[in-house]
């Protein structure tokens, strides 16, 4: 019998100095950040979609396993937990509709960054159309960086094997089932699941609550060798867990190239709504700094109210600031006609946009040929009638001969029709009035034309046109 392992998806420490993230120059601590981000993330979905927690436990070693061999700069943390829930509920046998897996991501990450409300994902907007490309496309890198051997060993069913071969599931008021399942739960948010083997995780899980708890294990012969695994792996394994509850809660970095492009993308929107006639925003004023316009008002003020403190009686006195009053309105006017044609040039700047978006709509209005086609014969036959029309009334004050339509003071044509008695007689005879002669000869060619079929019958009453029919067809 030949056995084959799948499970051979595991790397030192070593390696993990060195993933695809520390080379793109990302630190060690924001690498552990986001990942635990994207764990969270994992599993809050799915407890919102009702997933098992073998689901949730697969989506996260997915999530260990992909940033092993890619970065974090080349996919983002949020789109890759999208992807990997994605691929666990295939794997694990328990799918969900793409729509219902976007829109608790969707919720969950209006409420992570402080959102007011919270409204349902538009499954027709473009948000849900691009996450859905995106994480679809990022399926099929995932399978292509894995080879596709996706099989995971999860500690959870090791922890309840050993602690039935050390008789303590039968103590549920210890606790020491309940407290080992959470810590194996936690774990996964830890490159534990990518460094050692389920068992010994299982182990070092099972040696923490113990201690925890309070609880005496078997150490003479130690418990642990009866599972082969070593005290020092099960130690490490102990502090890694401890380690994770010292940690303050992971935040989102924008670290990757699309997240730090969905950034510049916001920021271009929200320059261009400062100002929506130019594009660009309005530019800030200084406190100290006075409006065109002001200026003006305070020197049309001065001069109705008191002369200058120059030549009594003159317009060429001095103000407080040292310049000239008529200096100051000529430079007043000159702003002046400079933001007349600023506002005059952005305007017809609009009116083009304006004249050439309706030109490109006309344009791609234009009908089909066939259409134009049929739209040119029906113009031409209207026109036709319409001359027909015209040239039959034209001469409509000109005398007409009996029985024509005429027309007078403008009211509807009648027929005008003389009765002429003779011509109703002749007409009358004519129809009426033939000869014997010529009915018996009318007679006699219809019968001659119509020969009858059912004269002759045989002894059984059938006639020989129907029996020949008959052995016509059975012949």
């Known amino acids: 019998m030949i056995f084959t392992t799948l499970d051979d998806f595991y790397v030192s420490n070593e390696d993990l100095a060195v993933s695809p993230s520390r080379k793109d120059g990302i630190s060690a601590d924001t690498e552990r950040d986001q990942r635990i981000y994207g764990c969270e993330l994992i599993q809050e979905a799915g407890i919102l979609l009702r997933l098992p927690q073998a689901v949730m436990a697969t989506g996260q070693v997915l999530l260990h396993r992909f940033y092993c061999k890619v970065s974090l700069v080349a996919h983002d943390v949020k789109k890759t937990a999208m992807a990997c829930v994605w691929l666990a509920t ?206 003006h008002k305070v020197e049309h003020v001065r001069g109705a109210s008191a002369a200058p403190a120059g030549d009594p009686g003159s317009g060429n ?54 259409r134009s086609k049929s739209r040119n014969r029906s113009r031409d036959r209207r026109t036709k009638l319409e001359e027909g029309y015209r040239d039959k009334h034209r001469d409509s004050s000109a005398p007409k001969e009996r029985g024509s339509r005429q027309e007078s003071d403008g009211r509807e044509a009648r027929r005008v029709v003389q009765f002429d008695p003779q011509r109703a007689k002749d007409r009358h005879q004519s129809r009426d009035g033939r000869s014997d002669k010529d009915k018996d000869r009318h007679k006699h060619s219809r019968s001659q034309s119509y020969p009858s079929r059912h004269h002759h019958t045989d002894e059984r009453g059938y006639s020989r046109g129907s029996a020949d029919r008959k052995r016509r067809r059975v012949d």
């Open 90 to 295: 295939k794997l694990e046998e328990n799918p969900r509709r793409m729509r219902e897996m976007l829109s608790v991501f969707y919720r969950l990450d209006r409420r992570r960054q402080g959102k007011t409300t919270l409204p349902p994902l538009d499954v027709y907007g473009p948000v849900f159309e691009k996450w859905k490309s995106d994480v679809v496309t990022l399926e099929r890198i995932m399978l292509r960086a894995f080879g596709f051997i996706l099989h995971v060993e999860h500690p959870h069913k090791f922890v309840l094997n050993y602690l039935v071969v050390l008789e303590q599931h039968d103590h549920p008021e210890s606790g020491l089932l309940q407290r080992a399942w959470n810590l194996a739960n936690d774990s996964l948010r830890s490159t534990l699941c990518v460094r050692f083997k389920g068992e010994v995780v299982a182990c070092g899980i099972i040696f923490l609550a113990a201690r925890q708890l309070r609880i005496p294990l078997p150490e003479d012969p130690a418990w642990w060798d009866l599972f082969n695994v070593a005290k020092h792996d099960l130690l490490e394994v102990a502090c890694e867990v401890l380690d994770l509850y010292k940690l303050p809660k992971a935040e989102y970095a924008p670290i990757s190239k699309d997240a730090q492009r969905e950034q510049r993308h916001a920021a271009a929107l929200q320059q261009s709504a400062a100002s929506p006639i130019s594009g660009h925003p309005t530019p800030a004023r200084s406190p100290g700094t006075i409006s065109v316009g002001a200026v």
């Open 317 to 370: 006195g001095v103000n407080s600031a040292g310049q000239s009053s008529s200096a100051l309105h000529q430079t007043n006017g000159d702003a002046r006609d400079d933001h007349s044609e600023s506002s005059r040039s952005s305007k017809e700047a609009v009116d083009h946009q304006k004249q050439a978006s309706v030109r490109s709509r006309s344009r791609s209005r234009s009908r089909s040929p066939a």
